[in-house]
């Protein structure tokens, strides 16, 4: 496990598919957040649709690793060729 977590990661049966991107209705407004702290998913992803690179993105929030920032694009990824599909 990486760092402390608070929340529940994204699970898809019985796996886990998002292991860094958590859910806690009590943090952010039940928002996907990266690792259990107050940095939303949809923050990042804007960030890179905006064109940041990773190391941009790390440089302004410190707090974040290269693999957080992956899943998040990941996890936008798969939601939205889900919502395409109907």
Not at 11 to 29: C, H, Q, S, Y
Not at 39 to 46: K, L, Q, W
């Amino acid at each position: 496990m990486v760092g402390r977590r608070k929340g529940r990661p994204i699970w898809k049966g019985n796996a886990v598919e998002f292991t860094r991107i958590t859910l806690d209705p009590a943090r952010m407004g039940g928002l996907p957040c990266i690792r259990g702290m107050r940095i939303p998913v949809a923050t990042v992803v804007e960030m890179l649709g905006d064109g940041m690179t990773e190391d941009e993105i790390l440089a302004a929030f410190p707090d974040l690793e290269r693999e957080d920032v992956r899943e998040a694009g990941s996890f936008v990824n798969r939601f939205d060729g889900n919502r395409n599909a109907n």
